[in-house]
């Protein structure tokens, strides 16, 4: 179900045209490349922003409730803490693990 999803996710289709870049480069004997970022990123945006999903709806995240009076009073731990929330709203991996434990427990179930 997992290799399914994934085949239709913007993010792992991504990700599946990258390896087979990759392993075409590999294969290539091309010349040395500069390390330079726009050798690396097609168009003016981050790169890992095109690698991203939306937020999922499947999960919300949050911080654990014991930190959270500190969240609230570091402004250095808020920030980080929203961000750190955001991208795991956004990350496809995080998405497809829970989607995983999810089958998982309704195959478990059904026996």
């Not at 390896?19 to 091309?30: I, K, S």
């Not at 390390?35 to 095109?50: G, H, Q």
């Not at 250095?76 to 995983?100: A, C, M, Q, S």
């Amino acid at each position: 179900m997992s290799l399914e999803r994934s085949r239709e996710l913007p993010a792992f289709k991504v990700i599946a045209s990258l390896e087979v870049q990759l392993a075409e480069d590999e294969r290539a004997e091309q010349e040395p490349v500069e390390l330079k970022w726009e050798n690396f990123v097609s168009d003016s945006r981050p790169a890992a922003i095109s690698m991203r999903n939306k937020p999922s709806i499947m999960y919300e995240v949050s911080s654990p409730e014991f930190n959270r009076r500190r969240i609230e009073m570091d402004s250095y731990l808020k920030e980080f803490t929203r961000l750190w929330i955001k991208n795991l709203k956004e990350d496809p991996y995080v998405e497809e693990g829970f989607r995983i434990a999810c089958d998982y427990i309704r195959l478990k179930s059904e026996k």
